[in-house]
């Protein structure tokens, strides 16, 4: 099992900026992927975007293309969502999620996910 703890989040203008944090502990860092989801009051959580093992590889929700980014530093043991270009829609509690050790690809399915995080609130203001 590793342990997940996301930071970062906050109250920001509409199109502003944020940068969400997650520190992973536990096992190996390098040897599983992951990613971000989130969920806004009232809906399913959703998945936002993801990245493999290395990082060499990303995965975004069409709803985020071009405005987040996602990337991790393994030395750190940390992942990063860089969300610029806020919109009040992207409101919601964010969570980080790792994949089972050996499991290095990428997934938007919250099932394919054996840990996350508490989450950390987005509020986005118009």
């Known amino acids: 099992q590793v342990q997940l703890v996301e930071s970062g989040g906050g109250l920001v203008q509409a199109g502003g900026s944020l940068r969400l944090s997650c520190a992973a502990s536990?096992?190996?860092?390098?040897?599983?992927?992951m990613a971000w989801f989130r969920q806004a009051p009232g809906k399913e959580r959703e998945f936002v975007a993801a990245i493999t093992w290395n990082g060499d590889s990303t995965y975004y929700a069409d709803s985020v293309k071009g405005r987040f980014t996602v990337f991790r530093d393994k030395a750190k043991r940390m992942l990063y969502l860089r969300c610029n270009s806020l919109q009040p829609e992207d409101a919601a509690v964010y969570y980080c999620?790792?994949?089972?050790?050996?499991?290095?690809?990428?997934?938007?399915?919250?099932?394919?996910?054996?840990?996350w995080g508490q989450g950390t609130q987005v509020t986005v203001s118009s």
């Open positions: 999620a790792a994949r089972s050790a050996g499991y290095f690809s990428i997934s938007a399915s919250e099932s394919d996910f054996q840990s």
């Open positions: 536990g096992r190996t860092f390098s040897n599983y992927a």
